[in-house]
């Protein structure tokens, strides 16, 4: 029997899953992802983290608990930084993320908690990835083949987000599913910003990108830009931030608010997270800064409620269809 590897559906899940996956398998290994969120996940995840925390932390304990009494290990690496970007590194709950864990959760599997950390360039992933087929008996030949067809499955999951389609969708379609049909009849276009795990995530969000859609709107996020323009914007602030996502955000949302002309934008910001209220406000100033364009800040945690969301997003629209003269 294989052995299990479990994948926590939370945090860097919604960036870099089809690396490690396919690292695993190509390794001879079975890969276990966690459910969907659920109540019942965030509640179990809510009752083991520090109080304090934000809400993706908790649900990444919450969804450590769905994993653990199914799989020989769970998969909770520190990401320290994925570029070589100097000044930019993960948040410090990326950091200490396995410590987290163990400390709040007893009775787990080991837990593979690897470093990662790409500062000195390329090559350090495959050592990364040496280092950790070695722990699992992989001979060389393995290793290699495991790690390039984890940099293939990633480099087609980049290729189908520069289409303009989620995370989620392309992780659909990579497990066979269908491409989705664009909505030919959407009228207005907005940027939904913010971390990938609380964009995505459709229990903690209560869904916004599909309710957008039904309303009629085009959405664009942050994973829709391709890396190298991602990039090229960071020339348009004087100084980076020092954390990894804070910045994909600000660079999305300067390079939507330059170059696709968007009607709005959406922030989703996490409640007590301390980058976020930074990220916030400078994309703010940055929209006002650009003909004023509407702006609209949403504060999820664990007690989002679906009524209350929806009637500031409809308001939102409304606002948007009487400037355009829509109505
Ligand atoms: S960046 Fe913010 S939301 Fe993300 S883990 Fe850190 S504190 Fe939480």
């Keep these: 029997m294989s052995v299990k590897i479990g994948i926590p559906r939370a945090l860097t899940y919604y960036a870099y899953y089809p690396v490690w996956k396919e690292f695993f398998e190509g390794l001879g ?3 276990v992802l966690s459910r969907p ?3 019942k996940i965030l509640d179990n995840g809510v009752k083991e983290t520090v109080t304090d925390a934000c809400v993706p932390i908790k649900l990444f304990h919450g969804h450590v608990l769905d994993l653990k009494d199914r799989v020989d290990y769970i998969f909770a690496p520190r990401f320290v930084s994925v570029n070589n970007e100097k000044t930019v590194t993960f948040c410090p ?3 200490g993320l396995p410590n987290m864990i163990r400390s ?3 009775g787990l599997p080991p837990l593979i908690d690897i470093r990662i950390d790409l500062k000195k360039g390329r090559t350090e992933l495959f050592k990364i990835c040496y280092r950790l087929g070695r722990q699992f008996d992989a001979d060389l030949l393995t290793i290699i ?3 390039m067809r984890g940099l293939k499955a990633q480099a087609r999951y980049q290729m189908l987000l520069n289409q303009q389609l989620t995370p989620v969708e392309v992780l659909n379609i990579m497990e ?7 909505n030919t009849k959407e009228s207005l276009k907005f940027a939904v910003l913010g971390f990938p795990y609380t964009v995505y995530d459709k229990f903690v969000n209560v869904d916004i990108i599909n309710k957008l859609h039904k309303l009629g709107i085009r959405v664009l996020t942050a994973e829709m830009v391709p890396p190298k323009q991602l990039l090229s914007q960071a020339k348009k602030v004087p100084k980076n931030l020092f954390w990894n996502f804070s910045n994909q955000v600000l660079r999305a949302a300067l390079y939507y608010l330059d170059n696709a002309k968007v009607d709005g934008i959406i922030h989703i910001t996490a409640f007590g997270c301390g980058p976020d209220a930074m990220v916030d406000k400078m994309i703010e100033l940055e929209a006002k800064q650009r ?3 509407p702006f609209m800040s949403i504060t999820v945690d664990e007690h989002t409620g679906e009524a209350g969301l929806m009637t500031r997003i409809e308001a ?3 606002m948007m269809v009487l400037r355009r003269g829509l109505s």
């Design 29 to 31: 290994m079975e890969t």
């Design 37 to 39: 969120t659920t109540k």
């Design 93 to 95: 709950k990326f950091l």
């Design 104 to 106: 709040s959760i007893s």
């Design 145 to 147: 083949k495991a790690y």
């Design 176 to 182: 066979g599913g269908e491409q989705p049909v664009q």
């Design 291 to 293: 003909g004023k364009i």
């Design 316 to 318: 939102f629209v409304d």
